[in-house]
């Protein structure tokens, strides 16, 4: 079982450094509000098992600093750490961590491996299409990690479809689809199962850059110790003409509408406390 970790990262720092005002900026109405859904009503709930466990499952990717296992072993990072705090409020003491691929989690959520995703992921039309979002925690830009000096003299994902560079990407992650919408063909594209592995690949020379959101980057270079990578400007990523300014929450499956219902009303609390 991991155990959850408040100390490491101030809510507050990361929200002022992912947050941007979205005026002039299209985002759907399920980004917005999060996604809704129907509610079982046969048994015991959710949340009241949990009560009674001490404990609810979290899915969590190897993605720091959103969500991921310390050195030892500890589940952190900041989804991990509001959903914590949440969750205590609704009388469950401490979360399980199930370490799970990016692009497996909402594979395992519907699958009862666990019963919520606590990893930062964006709220997407598709994923609402299989999975009930929380309201938004947080609104990320895009960056890219890039040998130091900028070789490629890469900006965004329009220069990558302009150049020859290799790409990489996390599985199952939205920087995979939008490259490939942005003109880079799939053959310049690679896809791996965390940020960790595709910033080695970068510093390694397998891939010329590595494409996820800022500060996920900045924080894996640096905390990496790489002194030969460097993280470009933020950007907002231009898709079909939209910019996809895009916002994380936490997930649940359809049949938690209600548990999704407290969750929000607390977190809404916890905004404006700040």
């Not at 310390?70 to 900041?78: A, N």
Request: hydrophobic letters at 40%.
């Amino acid at each position: 079982m991991y155990d959850i970790l408040r100390e490491q990262i101030n809510r507050r720092t990361f929200i002022e450094r992912t947050t941007l005002t979205v005026a002039g900026i299209v985002m759907t109405p399920a980004v917005l509000a999060g996604c809704g859904g129907s509610t079982s009503t046969s048994g015991e709930s959710l949340l009241d098992q949990a009560r009674k466990a001490g404990y609810i499952r979290v899915g969590f990717a190897n993605e720091a600093p959103y969500g991921y296992a310390d050195s030892s072993g500890k589940l952190t990072g900041e989804a991990p750490i509001v959903a914590g705090a949440i969750m205590k409020k609704l009388g469950v003491p401490s979360l399980q961590g199930v370490l799970t691929e990016f692009g497996a989690l909402i594979p395992g959520l519907t699958a009862n491996r666990f019963d919520i995703i606590a990893a930062g992921m964006f709220i997407t039309p598709q994923r609402c299409n299989a999975i009930l979002f929380s309201n938004p925690d947080y609104l990320a830009t895009e960056a890219l990690a890039v040998k130091a000096g900028n070789p490629h003299n890469l900006t965004d994902y329009q220069s990558l479809a302009n150049s020859q560079a290799v790409v990489g990407a996390e599985s199952g992650a939205v920087e995979g689809p939008w490259l490939a919408q942005s003109g880079v063909s799939s053959s310049r594209i690679q896809h791996f199962p965390d940020g960790p592995t595709g910033i080695q690949a970068l510093a390694s020379g397998r891939v010329d850059a590595f494409a996820l959101t800022t500060i996920s980057l900045e924080y894996l270079i640096k905390t990496g110790g790489y002194r030969n990578l460097e993280v470009t400007q933020p950007f907002i990523p231009v898709i079909g003409g939209q910019k996809k300014l895009t916002a994380g929450g936490y997930g649940f499956r359809k049949s938690e509408a209600s548990l999704a219902t407290q969750f929000n009303k607390q977190l809404a609390a916890m905004q404006q406390s700040g």
